[in-house]
């Protein structure tokens, strides 16, 4: 449980939930090829359509045999550039007129395709989601810097850049972004528990939190969690999540309850992850 979470990948994800239509490659090309900011290299990609297996493939941090994504490149040496930080590192691209040209026209054309920039910025960052349940975390991050530029309101976008940081160890920032999207009224039971668990994973790991501040985080992903959990008590993810919070916290009794649950909806733990919480704690009857 110490292997870093990520987004729900499943049917039934909010990224498999975005209203309207869903992008299809060609269309991808012809958009971002000719006017995408920071752009690189996308004409060259495989026309990749998801399959049912890709989107039965789920989990937070699902490591192990048959569940470990694959990652596209190592540690923090993605975010070399500007393209791979949460809202192209919160720089004022007007301040360079090229670049506003560039996200001007970008704009224009992806506003005109998609009807609004809303729907244009939903396409993207399930665009997005469709590159991170590939294991391409570089053109997510794209992809969801794109949806924020499109529509800096949309809380998918901040979602995205959460699991993002959160898969490049950063739980901590991700947890500032998550709570950026609920901000922003995201409050699906799936991402509200992704925040949670951030939330357990970033006490657990920033050793320069006050123990007023540990305990205050903690408190607030039992909160998002317990949220999560009474709008869908029926989704084992959520629980999955949850058990690794407690993992975290070092509530291993609570996290083997979770485990438990997890399995009467059906789902079936994470076999490293198990191996880690029977080291802490052997598996109550």
């Not at 060609?26 to 049912?52: G, Q, Y």
């Not at 975010?79 to 007129?97: A, C, F, H, S």
């Not at 998002?224 to 959990?229: G, K, M, N, P, V």
Request: charged share 30%.
């Amino acid at each position: 449980m110490t292997g870093r979470p990520v987004s729900p990948l499943a049917a039934g994800s909010p990224w498999n939930e975005i209203e309207g239509r869903t992008c299809a490659s060609v269309l991808w090309r012809a958009i971002v090829r000719a006017v995408s900011p920071a752009e690189t290299n996308f004409a060259e990609e495989e026309d990749d359509e998801e399959s049912p297996d890709e989107r039965a493939v789920g989990g937070l941090g699902r490591a192990g045999a048959g569940g470990c994504r694959a990652r596209a490149g190592g540690g923090n040496s993605v975010e070399k550039t500007i393209d791979q930080l949460p809202m192209y590192g919160g720089v004022d691209r007007r301040m360079d007129p090229p670049t506003a040209q560039a996200d001007d026209t970008f704009i224009a054309a992806a506003t005109r395709e998609f009807g609004s920039r809303r729907k244009a910025s939903e396409s993207f960052v399930e665009e997005g989601a469709r590159d991170y349940r590939r294991g391409d975390d570089r053109m997510a991050m794209r992809r969801f810097n794109q949806g924020w530029l499109l529509d800096p309101t949309n809380p998918g976008a901040f979602h995205g850049f959460a699991v993002v940081l959160h898969e490049r160890g950063r739980d901590c920032d991700a947890v500032k972004m998550g709570e950026r999207a609920l901000n922003l009224n995201l409050s699906r039971p799936i991402a509200l528990a992704d925040v949670g668990a951030h939330y357990a994973l970033c006490a657990a790991a920033d050793r320069t939190l006050t123990a007023e501040a540990r305990s205050r985080y903690l408190a607030r992903s039992r909160d998002l969690l317990q949220r999560a959990s009474t709008m869908a008590p029926g989704n084992d993810y959520i629980y999955e999540q949850w058990g690794r919070a407690l993992y975290a916290s070092g509530d291993y009794r609570g996290a083997w309850e979770k485990v438990h649950r997890q399995r009467e909806l059906g789902g079936t733990p994470d076999g490293r992850t198990m191996n880690l919480l029977r080291a802490k704690m052997p598996e109550p009857n």
